[in-house]
């Protein structure tokens, strides 16, 4: 029987012919994240800020990561994550990121060379509308339909 506290790593996934890894949603996932970050040619952070200068804990919300080659746009890998991290293995190059959450995208230039990982952080604002992009709870859910029910 495993601890409490432990977890499985995140499955390593095939997008558009290259591996990456998301995961980091709870405490010891996102340490492992860390700790294996430097492996990976690239590490895309998502957070939302609290208002006051630190990043909430976890990422709340689906959002769809999409990288293209900088100089010429051809899109390289578009996938859809709800975890704070992505890691990914991506050849050396230069790189747009572009990371889209209920409709306001962000960019961000990443350029990876080899053997030197490479770091990409999105931070949404405080103030983003996260209500709007975050799926109910099962709870809340059902809680609805039986209020409705009535």
């Not at 432990?6 to 860390?34: D, H, L, R, S």
């Not at 990371?99 to 053997?115: E, F, H, R």
């Not at 952080?121 to 103030?127: A, D, E, I, T, V």
């Amino acid at each position: 029987m495993l601890p409490a506290h432990a977890f499985t790593n995140p499955p390593i996934q095939v997008a558009q012919g290259i591996e990456y890894m998301c995961g980091g949603t709870a405490k010891g996932e996102a340490e492992f994240m860390e700790m294996v970050a430097p492996r990976w040619a690239a590490t895309i952070e998502l957070g939302v800020s609290d208002g006051k200068g630190a990043q909430l804990a976890g990422f709340p919300a689906k959002a769809s990561i999409q990288i293209r080659q900088k100089y010429t746009g051809q899109p390289i890998m578009n996938v859809e994550t709800q975890a704070p991290y992505m890691l990914a293995r991506l050849n050396p190059g230069a790189y747009d990121v572009n990371v889209t959450l209920g409709g306001l995208t962000l960019t961000q230039s990443l350029v990876v060379i080899a053997g030197a990982p490479a770091r990409a952080s999105f931070l949404w604002p405080s103030n983003f509308d996260m209500a709007s992009v975050t799926p109910a709870l099962p709870q809340t859910q059902a809680l609805a339909q039986t209020s409705a029910a009535r």
